[in-house]
C-alpha cells in the first residue's frame, strides 16, 4: 500500500494524558498537512509542512498541540495534557512537489482520538 | 478558518436522481476543488476547476464556478447507493509563508436505495 498511513487508528486517552500520532505520506510527497476534523464538520486545519519546515500552525492550537517532521519524510502530532474537547479525528494529507496552487491532497484514513 | 461554506448541508435523494449541492468562498481563487468522504474514512479528490474554467465533467460529475458570484455547484448525475458520502469544496488561502488548502463544512448525501 504506497498510500498516506496513519497510526493508530484509534486512541483512547484518559484526560490529562499525552499522546502522539504517527503519519507517513506518500513517497516522495513534499508537502504533509494535519487537519482536525469532528462530527459533522469540514476538516480543520492544524498546520503544515513543506519538506521538514513547518510554515504554518493554526492560531487557534494551543500550544499543547506541537507536530515535527524531522527528515521531511514522516511527521508525528502530539497533544500534552488532553482535555475532552481534543477529541476528534485527526486527518494527515500529502501532496506531491510541483502542484502548486493546483495541488491534489491525498488524505490518510485519520486517528480516531477519545478522550475520557 | 473556513474559506467554503457548502449548502444544503445534508441532503437526501432516491437512487437514480441527481445531487446538486452548492459551495461558496470569500477570496479570490486560483481554482477550487471538490472532495469526497465516506463516514470514518480519509478524503478522496474528486475534481478540479481553475478559476479560467466555467464547467467541467468527470463521469457523473459535473463542477460549475461562478467567480463573479464566488461560488460553485457539483452535480451528481444518476445518483446510486455508493455515492452517500459527504462532499465538501476546497480553496488554497496564500499568505506570506506560503498557501494552504482548507475546507468548507461539507454537504452530507444521502442516497436512499
Known amino acids: 500500500d504506497t498510500g498516506v498511513s496513519q497510526d493508530p487508528r484509534h486512541k483512547i486517552t484518559k484526560r490529562g494524558q499525552n499522546v502522539t500520532f504517527r503519519c507517513d505520506p506518500i513517497?516522495?510527497?513534499?508537502?504533509l498537512y494535519w487537519y482536525r476534523q469532528t462530527l459533522g464538520q469540514g476538516p480543520e486545519f492544524l498546520t503544515y509542512?513543506?519538506?521538514?519546515?513547518?510554515?504554518?500552525k493554526s492560531r487557534l492550537l494551543s500550544d499543547r498541540f506541537s507536530a515535527e517532521r524531522p527528515k521531511g519524510s514522516f511527521s508525528t502530532l502530539e497533544i500534552q495534557r488532553t482535555e475532552q474537547g481534543d477529541s476528534a479525528m485527526y486527518l494527515c494529507?500529502?501532496?506531491?512537489?510541483?502542484?502548486?496552487?493546483?495541488?491534489?491532497?491525498?488524505f490518510g484514513s485519520g486517528t480516531q482520538l477519545s478522550v475520557l | 478558518s473556513q474559506q467554503g461554506e457548502e449548502d444544503p448541508q445534508a441532503l437526501s435523494i432516491q437512487e437514480g436522481e441527481n445531487a446538486t449541492m452548492n459551495c461558496s468562498y470569500k477570496?479570490?481563487?486560483?481554482?477550487l476543488q471538490w472532495y469526497r468522504q465516506n463516514s470514518g474514512r480519509g478524503l478522496v479528490h474528486l475534481i478540479l476547476?481553475?478559476?479560467?474554467?466555467r464547467e467541467k465533467h468527470s463521469g457523473r460529475l459535473r463542477v460549475t464556478l461562478d467567480t463573479s458570484k464566488k461560488s460553485s455547484s457539483l452535480l451528481i448525475t444518476a445518483s446510486r447507493a455508493a455515492d452517500t458520502a459527504s462532499y465538501f469544496c476546497?480553496?488554497?488561502?496564500?499568505?506570506?509563508?506560503?498557501?494552504?488548502?482548507?475546507f468548507g463544512a461539507g454537504t452530507r448525501l444521502f442516497v436512499k436505495a
Open positions: 513517497s516522495e510527497h513534499n508537502r
Open positions: 494529507a500529502s501532496s506531491q512537489p510541483g502542484g502548486g496552487l493546483n495541488e491534489k491532497l491525498f
Open positions: 477570496t479570490s481563487i486560483n481554482n
Open positions: 476546497a480553496t488554497q488561502l496564500i499568505n506570506t509563508g506560503g498557501f494552504k488548502t482548507i
Open positions: 509542512f513543506q519538506n521538514e519546515a513547518q510554515l504554518e
Open positions: 476547476i481553475r478559476s479560467n474554467e
